[in-house]
């Protein structure tokens, strides 16, 4: 079932709906299974880039035992709760409304479009966003050990990881992360760590006419 603004489909003989699946990139996940590599099960996951909650929910339904996700953008995260509610994964899910990569907070206006291509940029005006270093994340929300991290945030990546502490980093047991502005810097950093790295190389991706953007994916595994 599918309009302009709702979604339905059968996941794991469960039914979901996704409200504002347009502005998500639900295919990733349900579809392409671009997640696949990360063994959730049991498993906190930090899950930073959250659009429209698809991803978050992909996780709960694959078994993680919680979901920290984070999205800046104001009218997305409203959308995000609306899903995670509908979806009854309010127990699984926790939404939180900030920006990732350093510690500081952002300007967004309320009604501001977004969709998952879109950078978080400061936009003077608006609602007083935070914004949260990975350092930050796994202390303020005491992230055990063993978890996992999903990072697909439109540059944000690099800050977030070359800023990080060993120590806390290596909290993680796998990490995924898309990239756009190259790999070597993140790969190097990981593997400096400790991490097993794979990557792929990068590829165009066309949204419009008027709009591409370069990604990547680096999976790295302690």
Known sequence: YITDTELEFTFMNKRLKFYGWKYGDIASA????????????NRVVIDIGASIGDTAIYFALKGASKVIAFEPFPRI?????KNVRENGLEDKIVLVNAGCGYDGEVKIEANFESDASTPLVNQNNGIVVPVYSLNTIISKFNIE????????????EYPLILHSKKDLINK???IEIEYHYGYKILVKKLREYGFKVKYTLPKIIEVSSDRKYINGKIFAQR
Do not use: H
């Open 77 to 81: 995260f409203s959308i995000a709760e």
């Open 172 to 174: 993680f047991y796998q």
């Open 30 to 41: 349900f579809v392409f299974n671009e997640y696949d590599y990360l063994k959730v099960n």
């Open 145 to 156: 050990n063993n978890s996992i991290l999903k990072v697909d945030c439109e540059g944000c």
